[in-house]
């Protein structure tokens, strides 16, 4: 049972059940789930669930007048249907054997017929005990009472799990109840009273005083006794209800237990059920011995008692695990972690100035109406001369008429002293400055979102310098492997400002595989005067080349 319970106990529990699968959903309760699922009602409904069928054994004792030996055989069987996810019932069939040995003497014995029948009464001769000549010899002075009785039961209980509704877990491999019920009981009750056809002389145990103690009396006893219980018990004769030619009497059960899930189809039980009768006869004696030679009735009735271990099997197609196992809670809890069902209301984001981007990425929040704007709200400037395009008189501006006024309008220069500008600016050298490198990572030739910041700054001050060509170079080591690594670099830079910056491609140096550098950098510089190179270069091994 542990092993089985450490091994149920490392799986952990993923939910109840399918709360949209119709199939679990009895027809009766079919128009609830129809309103539940059209969000019509609130309330899931109530899926089927599974029976719970189960066997016991462990061991039964009586608590009367005459002590119960420690380990009696009782076993039973029983049928389970939960009601709810706290209540469920069952009906339960329980058998016992019980016995029990007084170790203290009788002396009033007569009192009890079982026992008088067979021993007389104190101080008269006794019908069944005679001397070696056959004379009858006088009764003796004490007995000791015993019985055997063979009990069954089947009663109706209310069982009241309380464990599997729980706030910090889905489930539960343990569940913990309480029952209390109803039933009948029927037994039948003997003694042992002959030792073959004559009764037992328990005078030597008596009156010697060598068996002082608890333990000697008893061992002394059973070396003296067969195991017969051949006497029949007394009983209340037609005044007793009868049932399979037995006593009868209603009884009232409660009790605690604890199961143990091994799998949604199994589970382990341990069990301790007290039943209480109205019965003063189920170990044969009703009688009690009295200071000074008196017996008077018992004031209380019996009572038995059942400590089993059980074995648990849960039957039943298109249903769910019996609900005592499952936690109501997680369909709420479901829901309110990945809703699923819920009716969630469209988001309404903020945008003051209506310019399409929502307040909380606005870099502008207060753009005037109808004026374009880029991806983070700022006011568009097509030609770079610093004024706003919904300003801008003159949208596109070429650079060499800029600065602009403020209605962005440039002032020209004339064609002459243009052409000389524009010959005196090709043998200049490039003035667009200091580039940034890309950086990669791991085996990547991704292009990732911090790179295309930085390349879309790189994009603006080229088309502030036409007239500069970019060298774009990656590194890596002679391998294969590394050499088309640094192609894949490079070529992704450069189709990132081609494609995306609309820069024209005869403006890149394309280098690849150089030896001295970090192989996780792609360089950018501006080309020296007079340095040329290819725009494109085919892949040194293309059977390498990363996919991105």
């Known amino acids: 049972m542990v092993a089985s319970f450490g091994a149920s106990a490392q799986v952990t529990p993923a939910g109840s059940y399918n709360w949209r699968d119709s199939s679990v959903i009895p027809a009766k309760r079919a128009p609830q789930h129809n309103e539940f699922m059209n969000n019509q009602y609130y309330y899931p409904a109530k899926p089927r669930n599974q029976w719970e069928i189960g066997a016991k054994v462990g061991t039964f004792n009586i608590f009367g007048d005459v002590p119960s030996n420690m380990f009696n055989l009782g076993f039973g069987a029983h049928v389970r249907k939960s009601l709810g996810y706290v209540f469920s019932l069952r009906l339960e069939y329980m058998h016992g054997t019980g016995k029990g040995q007084h170790w203290q003497q009788a002396t009033n014995y007569g009192k009890n017929p079982a026992w008088s029948n067979r021993f007389g009464f104190p101080g008269q001769y006794s019908p069944n005990v005679v001397d070696a000549a056959g004379n009858r010899i006088p009764a003796v002075d004490a007995i000791f009472y015993n019985y055997k009785t063979n009990l069954n039961d089947i009663s109706l209980q209310g069982i009241f799990s309380l464990s599997n509704i729980r706030f910090h877990k889905a489930k539960s491999s343990v569940n913990f109840y309480a029952l209390a019920g109803l039933g009948i009981t029927w037994y ?39 195991d017969s219980y051949e006497t029949p018990a007394e009983t209340y004769g037609d005044n007793a209800m009868k049932l399979f030619g037995n006593t009868a009497r209603p009884t009232a059960t409660i009790g605690l237990g604890v199961a143990f899930k091994v799998s949604p189809r199994i589970n382990i039980a341990i069990e301790n059920r007290y039943t209480i009768t109205g019965d003063d006869l189920l170990d044969g004696q009703r009688w009690q011995e009295q200071a000074f030679g008196d017996a008077v009735l018992t004031r209380s009735f019996d009572t038995y008692n059942f400590l089993t271990a059980g074995l648990n099997f849960n039957l039943g197609k298109n249903s769910v695990e019996p609900l005592y196992w499952l936690n109501p809670l997680d369909f709420a809890y479901s829901e309110l972690n990945s809703p699923k069902r819920m009716k969630m209301p469209k988001p309404v984001l903020d945008d003051v100035d209506g310019d399409g981007v929502t307040d909380q990425f606005d870099n502008e929040p207060n753009t005037p109406a109808g004026a374009p704007v880029d991806s983070h709200g700022v006011s568009k400037d097509t030609d770079g001369d610093g004024v706003p395009d919904f300003k801008d008189k003159q949208l596109i501006t070429p650079t060499e008429c800029q600065p602009v006024d403020a209605d962005g309008v440039g002032k020209c220069p004339d064609p002459a002293c243009c052409a000389e500008m524009m010959a005196k600016k090709s043998t200049t050298e490039c003035a667009i400055g200091d580039l940034p490198s890309i950086s990669f990572k791991g085996n990547s030739a991704a292009v990732s979102k911090d790179a295309e910041a930085v390349l879309a700054t790189v994009a603006d001050r080229m088309r502030n310098n036409p007239s500069c060509k970019i060298v774009v170079s990656g590194y890596g080591e002679p391998s294969k492997a590394s050499q088309q690594l640094s192609w894949d670099r490079v070529n992704a830079v450069i189709n990132y400002m081609v494609d995306k910056q609309g820069i024209s491609i005869d403006r890149f140096v394309f280098r690849f595989g150089q030896s001295e550098g970090d192989p996780n950098t792609v360089d950018l510089r501006a080309a020296s005067e007079g340095e040329e190179g290819p725009n494109t270069v085919p892949a040194p091994h293309p059977n390498l080349r990363k996919k991105k």
């Open 188 to 226: 039948e009750s003997n003694v042992n009273a002959l030792n073959g056809s004559v009764a037992y002389d328990y005078s030597n145990i008596t009156s010697n005083q060598v068996y002082s103690n608890r333990s000697d009396i008893k061992s002394a006893i059973r070396d003296l006794q067969d």
